[in-house]
């Protein structure tokens, strides 16, 4: 099965390197893929939207989502799997600079949907264009050759996981918190 597996991504990464590539999206992946460098653009529009009263909930709850894939993807999982990613054995010349760390799962495609995935639950029209991007992110992994097909749809699916997660772990402190504030206007 994990043969299986890494003959499929191999494949999947070979495509890419000789089918798709070309100086436009050369130049257009290094940008999509800075986005998600260490989530800090999503960390940014949490901050964003968690000091704007209106979308308060979105960003904490993104907030929570981003913390919460920190928590499974890098402190756990990669550790755990230890994957090594897919220019450490190959000829490439990465149009990017190596990234430490393990290969499995992205960081990239967890963090993206993760943020991604809390935007959408409380504003559709946006969360459809963080989800874009989000999307583009995990496929500029792909592209730039530092992440497997089957590291970015495990992170993608984590990261949906955590942002469905930080929503209910939001709605619940939510709900503590509302608890006491009533029952100290009772008192």
């Known amino acids: 099965m994990l043969e299986t597996i890494q003959n499929i991504d191999n494949s999947v990464l070979t495509f890419v390197h000789?089918?798709?590539h070309n100086g436009v999206f050369d130049t257009l992946m290094i940008v999509i893929t800075k986005l998600g460098d260490k989530g800090v653009?999503?960390?940014?529009?949490?901050?964003?939207?968690m000091i704007t009263k209106k979308y308060r909930k979105v960003g904490f709850t993104m907030a929570i989502a981003l913390i919460l894939n920190l928590l499974l993807g890098e402190i756990t999982l990669k550790p755990l799997f230890s994957?090594?990613?897919p220019f450490i054995d190959s000829d490439i010349t990465l149009l990017i600079s190596e990234p430490h760390g393990y290969s499995f799962p992205s960081s990239h495609a967890m963090s993206?949907?993760?943020a991604a995935t809390a935007i959408t639950w409380y504003h559709k029209r946006v969360g459809i264009c963080a989800l874009v991007l989000a999307g583009l992110i995990a496929f500029s992994r792909l592209y730039l050759y530092v992440h497997y097909l089957s590291d970015i749809i495990v992170g993608s699916v984590l990261g949906v996981g955590c942002g469905i997660a930080a929503v209910f772990l939001f709605r619940f402190i939510e709900g503590k918190i509302m608890e006491k504030?009533?029952?100290k206007k009772l008192s």
């Open 18 to 20: 000789e089918n798709m």
């Open 83 to 85: 994957r090594l990613r």
């Open 112 to 114: 993206s949907f993760a």
């Open 181 to 183: 504030i009533r029952q």
């Open 41 to 49: 653009a999503w960390i940014l529009a949490a901050i964003v939207l």
